[in-house]
């Protein structure tokens, strides 16, 4: 019986005067078996242990890129995050002029990884929020004291904001402990909650130590949080994941340390890919990205197409929330809308902080924003 079999796109600009197919048999190789072509056993050819050449195509308009079809044995990942990242893109990261455009798996894959445990309809059903973008922001700066950081949390959820995150600076330092910080922020979100007669969601950073990232993650669960922010990157691309679904928490990825995997347009992967269809698969409900417009680089191609390999059917996954970020503000609500549609959660940050000294104003101005642009658009 022949093994299932899960397919990448590589697009492949070789960088010395080999031809096309001998890079194609170096990713094979590399990200497999790792020795010498002609040491490879003669039965792991015959089993396609080692990945398969399925198509190369010249792309048009640029003689020197290629558009590289592989195939790999799904068995050889075990199904599991990190041994999935090294037959992706393992030693070959290495390398240069290897970019991932695309992948394609299998429906048992889709179905052991599990994708979003609550996704767009599962966070819109605990926030009674549905026909709208939500309305998210990230409290900060760091170095501000617990209850300077509950305060402003109680006046965006007195506000109306829908879900409130940390910074992802935010950890356990000791100006705001991450137990007494998240204690008192989630009571200041109990109480504006009950005097707005809304439903904010509190999603605190994870990081550290093993140990401490698992204890955060229960704390996080016995104080009432809904979710966590989770870096996969900072923790682990499979720790976060796994605490959330141990202790029943949504999760919302942030993309720092990422970003070597963008600047080069010839390397990497493609922030569809990995913020979209990577992350979205190991479990993210809602995944942050940088905006087009604002202070980083992603183009608005990039953006559309990262929203809608989050959203877009798949193999019976969970839809995810996409959540454009970095330098956005009150006054570009509707073009994001435009952008990215309803399912979308909309993060302004430190706008906020500049739009007023009073985080309820600051609130209630962007979910006013945020209903204004909506009734604009409505036929």
């Known amino acids: 019986m022949t093994a299932p079999r899960f397919t990448v796109l590589y697009r492949v600009t ?7 197919e001998a890079h194609a048999k170096d990713i094979c190789i590399e990200q497999t078996v790792e020795i010498p072509a002609d040491a490879v056993p003669a039965g792991h050819w015959e089993k396609g242990i080692v990945g398969i050449i ?3 195509t010249e792309r048009p308009g640029t003689p020197t890129d290629y558009d590289v079809l592989i195939s790999y044995r799904v068995d050889i990942t075990n199904n599991e995050i990190p041994g999935l990242l090294n037959v992706l893109f393992g030693n070959i990261s290495i390398r240069r002029g290897i970019k991932i455009v695309d992948i394609s798996f299998t429906p048992d894959q889709l179905k052991a990884f599990g994708g979003p445990r609550y996704g767009i309809e599962g966070i819109r059903k605990a926030l009674n929020v549905h ?3 939500l309305a998210t922001t ?3 700066p760091l170095g501000l004291s617990s209850p300077e950081l509950a305060a402003m949390c109680g006046g965006y959820a007195r506000g109306g904001l829908d879900v409130i995150k940390d910074d992802h600076g935010l950890i356990d330092q000791h100006f705001h402990p991450f137990r007494e910080r998240i204690a008192r922020i989630a009571e200041a979100i109990r109480e504006g909650n ?3 007669g809304n439903v904010t969601h509190y999603y605190p950073m994870l990081a550290g130590r093993f140990d401490q990232v698992e204890a955060q993650a229960a704390f996080a669960k016995e104080q009432g949080c809904f979710g966590v922010l989770v870096p996969p990157f900072l923790i682990g691309p ?3 994941f796994y605490l959330a679904r141990k202790y029943d928490l949504a999760v919302m990825t942030h993309p720092t340390f990422s970003g070597t995997h963008f600047h080069d347009p010839r390397h990497g992967m493609t922030p569809a890919v990995l913020l979209g269809k990577l992350f979205r698969l190991f479990g993210a409900d809602i995944s942050v ?3 087009f417009g604002g202070r980083f680089t992603f183009s608005r191609e990039e953006c559309v197409e990262l929203a809608d390999d989050l959203r877009k059917p798949w193999g019976g996954l969970n839809g995810a929330f996409p959540s454009p970020a970095g330098g956005m503000t009150i006054e570009k609500i509707g073009t994001m809308i435009d952008a990215f549609g309803v399912d979308t959660a909309l993060l302004i940050g430190g706008a906020l902080l500049r739009y007023s000294p009073d985080q309820e104003v600051s609130a209630r101005a962007f979910v006013t924003g945020l209903d204004n642009a909506m ?5």
């Open 54 to 56: 399925e198509k190369i």
């Open 289 to 291: 990205f940088p905006n």
């Open 138 to 140: 990230a409290i900060k």
């Open 194 to 196: 009950a005097k707005s």
């Open 131 to 133: 026909g709208r973008p």
């Open 238 to 240: 499979d720790t976060g």
């Open 14 to 20: 070789p960088d010395d005067d080999r031809s096309i």
């Open 375 to 379: 009734k604009e658009r409505k036929p």
